[in-house]
């Protein structure tokens, strides 16, 4: 039985430079399809600095922000934020 559809990716879906639209399109498939099925996102939360990504993230019924590290230092050497973005 399906509960969800994640959204991850072999890097950070929301780097995608189309991500709204196909979040739009997810959402718009899953309406017609299958309206009971949840659409969930996993990210780094790298870009949640950028009011057209986070826009797209609230499409989904969930988000998940995972953390890779846990101090600042490492932060910055392991995600290589491209913004002011802080752990």
Do not use: Y
């Amino acid at each position: 039985m399906l509960f969800g559809l994640l959204i991850s990716g072999n890097g950070e879906p929301t780097l995608h430079p189309d991500f709204e639209n196909i979040m739009k399109g997810l959402v718009a498939t899953r309406n017609e399809l299958m309206p009971t099925l949840k659409i969930l996102v996993m990210t780094n939360g790298d870009s949640l600095d950028d009011r057209e990504i986070v826009r797209a993230l609230n499409l989904a019924d969930e988000r998940i922000v995972k953390l890779d590290v846990a101090t600042e230092d490492s932060f910055r050497s392991f995600n290589k934020p491209l913004s002011r973005t802080k752990l």
